[in-house]
């Protein structure tokens, strides 16, 4: 069986910084893709990045290039994303979410999913 457990949302202001962490849990050794989603209230949920199994590949959506960062610990099921210079539009339940490949991510079909993490970004 396998889990996702996210940690890391909160509540800030406009401009600060936060890291969201992603774990996986299953039995075996299998190494997956690894990304974020999000949903905003009366919203869709949407995709937001993703890192390729080895961690050399990553894809961004384009609101969040060059403010968002994701990272993998290399040979392990572990994913950080790092959101800079946070607006009000970036608020939302942030979930992670795993792949065999990166392209499943980005196509929105990932295999397991996370219970998500409330980022609320306000003055």
């Known amino acids: 069986q396998v889990q996702l457990m996210e940690s890391g949302g909160g509540w800030v202001q406009p401009g600060d910084s936060l890291k969201l962490a992603c774990a996986v849990s299953e039995r075996g050794n299998k190494i997956y893709a690894m990304g974020w989603f999000r949903q905003a209230p009366g919203k869709g949920r949407e995709f937001v990045a993703a890192v390729s199994r080895p961690g050399t590949g990553t894809y961004y959506e384009e609101s969040v290039k060059g403010r968002f960062t994701i990272s993998r610990e290399k040979g392990k099921n572990m994913a950080a994303l790092q959101m800079n210079s946070l607006k009000p539009g970036d608020s939302a339940v942030y979930y992670c979410?795993?792949?065999?490949?990166?392209?499943?991510?980005?196509?929105?079909?990932?295999?397991?999913w996370g219970q998500g993490t409330q980022v609320h970004v306000s003055s």
């Open positions: 979410a795993i792949a065999d490949g990166l392209g499943d991510l980005e196509d929105g079909s990932p295999t397991h």
